[in-house]
């Protein structure tokens, strides 16, 4: 039998990532409580190597293979900068500062709680080793796991409220303000992170190379047709990816400022709905595969499902505590703080790529990072469930 190509697996590999998470959410319709983005990273994890790559070694030793797995993560790479991007671009700072009192109230309860309860558990868990990366300094993995118990997923989250009827209701515009200041909030913690002394000076080139740059670029966009202005914010977010990981950042970072310093009036709507819609259907799961066999039970799998449950409790009482607070110094309706609580748990997305690239800097251990992606699968699974039945408790009050 003649050796298969190395394109033969890749294209073996895609119709795999592609399939079997579509097959599984279609037959056992999970949409209530797993959406299909959220079924696509648990298939991640399982097609990985701490599952079916252990259980089949033979399988994973050829369908993943070096070459296999180089070429899945250079699309992963530009799958998830186009992602992150269109999350920069979606930010409305306009909106949020003419509401700035409750949205800083409330934003900055939902951050701050799960944060510090998340930095609690990691104060813990990180004691003991196996749990902080190499290149990562005790301070900086508190800080990184606290921050990824207060992520909330912006794209996540305006997926979940045009399933549940509440994206274009003023909720939905209150939860999307939420969202965006903690969107601003998370990335600049990342920035902080990954500060890194020895090249302090090559971020300093980059913070004022990229402001200006960026006044550049809006003035050139504000003035060319639809059509350009696609095609330069492209090349613009691969320039800014460079840049910010030429500067000892990330490539993420980079990929969020340049969303982040646009305009969304300049694309229009329909067209930036369809360009995130694609980038879900196409090649995002490309990325949460590749995320998948990044998964590792070294510490034992107990400890790492273990792990997982502190850092859920966390997440979930921190938020919610946060925004109950919020609620009483805002004097909100009956019903709505546990609503918005549960709807800000949203995770999956941005926590997944936050917590990339911790692992990607040696601030984690894999071990660590599949905690993580567990606490996030869980986080958002429990999203729909319990909305649902409060919006409609709401709607018949």
């Known amino acids: 039998m003649p050796t298969m190509s190395t394109s033969e697996v890749f294209l073996i590999a895609l119709t795999i990532i592609l399939a079997v998470p579509y097959a599984v959410w279609r ?43 180089g070429a899945l993560n250079g699309v992963a790479w530009w799958a998830v900068m186009m992602f992150v991007f269109a999350a920069g671009l979606e930010l409305d700072l306009g909106d ?39 290149k990562g300094g005790y301070a900086q993995a508190v800080l990184g796991i606290g921050m990824a118990c207060a992520v909330t997923a912006l794209p996540i989250l305006v ?26 909030l998370i990335w600049g913690v990342l920035a902080l992170i990954l500060v890194d002394w020895e090249r302090i000076g090559r971020q300093g080139v980059f913070l004022v190379g990229f402001a200006v740059a960026a006044w550049a670029v809006r ?18 977010l691969s320039a800014c990816g460079f840049a910010a990981d030429w500067s000892g950042l990330h490539f993420m970072v980079g990929a ?4 982040a310093v646009l305009d969304a009036k300049w694309y229009d709507r329909a067209r930036l709905d369809g360009f995130r819609e694609f980038l879900l259907l196409a090649v995002m799961p490309v990325f949460f595969l590749s995320t998948g066999l990044r998964t590792q039970w070294g510490v034992g799998g107990a400890a790492v499902f273990g792990a997982a449950a502190l850092f859920l409790i966390a997440s979930v009482a921190g938020k919610l505590a946060g925004v109950h607070l919020a609620g009483r110094l805002l004097g909100w309706a009956k019903g709505e703080a546990a609503v918005i609580g549960w709807m800000l748990q949203t995770k999956a997305l941005i926590m997944i790529i936050f917590v990339n690239v911790l692992l990607d800097k040696g601030i984690i251990t894999a071990e660590t990072f599949t905690a993580l992606l567990l606490m996030a699968v869980g986080s958002t699974m429990l999203t729909v469930p319990n ?10 009050a």
């Open 159 to 184: 997926l979940l409220m045009e399933k549940l009827g509440i994206f274009r209701e003023p909720l939905g515009q209150r939860l999307l303000r939420y969202a965006s200041l903690d969107d601003v």
């Open 256 to 259: 969020f400022l340049a969303g």
């Open 387 to 396: 909305v649902r039945p409060r919006l409609a408790k709401m709607a018949n």
């Open 96 to 134: 949020a500062w003419q509401n700035r009192r409750e949205t800083a109230i409330t934003a900055g309860c939902a951050l701050l709680f799960p944060l510090l309860l998340g930095a609690a558990a990691a104060a813990v868990l990180l004691r003991e080793p196996g749990w902080i990366g190499p």
């Open 27 to 69: 037959l056992l319709r999970t949409d209530h409580w797993a959406p299909l983005v959220v079924v696509q990273i648990v298939g991640g994890i399982v097609l990985g190597p701490g599952v079916l790559g252990a259980m089949f070694p033979g399988y994973y030793a050829f369908v993943f293979n070096p070459q296999v797995i």
């Open 219 to 236: 003035r050139l966009i504000a003035r060319v047709q639809q059509n350009d202005r696609w095609y330069i914010g492209l090349v613009w």
